[in-house]
């Protein structure tokens, strides 16, 4: 069975930072399209950070995260990390994992609409207090 596993969330205080794992579980994160979402507490889910490495060298970021997030791997293939840096109460959210598990791995996306992945893990509860 494949899955996708966060962890890593915590809470902190703003200007702090946390490091979100996303960790696989029956296949290789490696070649996959992989995406960071977030969602708050009465809004909608959005793309956070997204990444390609073996396939199409492709990494994005959210405007709003851009310069303080980093999304990064092991060289096993095996995790996926989100480094969070000078957080802000509105990054305040649920951070999920997902995996676009597909034999035509394409560029990433962070536009959940698009329903690029497949894989979602359960998600990291992220909160930042001012």
């Known amino acids: 069975q494949l899955r996708v596993v966060e962890s890593g969330g915590g809470s902190v205080q703003s200007g702090g930072s946390l490091r979100l794992s996303c960790a696989a579980s029956g296949f290789y994160l490696d070649g996959f399209p992989i995406g960071w979402f977030r969602q708050a507490p009465g809004k909608e889910r959005e793309g956070v950070s997204c990444?390609?490495?073996?396939?199409?060298?492709?990494?994005a970021y959210a405007d709003s995260v851009k310069g303080r997030f980093t999304i990064s791997r092991d060289n096993a293939g095996t995790t996926v990390y989100l480094q969070m840096d000078s957080l802000k109460p509105e990054d305040t959210g649920v951070y999920y994992c997902?995996?676009?598990?597909?034999?035509?791995?394409?560029?990433?996306?962070?536009?959940?609409?698009?329903?690029?992945?497949?894989?979602w893990g359960q998600g990291t509860q992220v909160t930042v207090s001012s």
């Open positions: 997902a995996v676009d598990w597909t034999p035509y791995p394409a560029v990433c996306t962070m536009e959940v609409a698009k329903g690029q992945y497949n894989v």
């Open positions: 990444t390609n490495y073996r396939t199409h060298n492709t990494t």
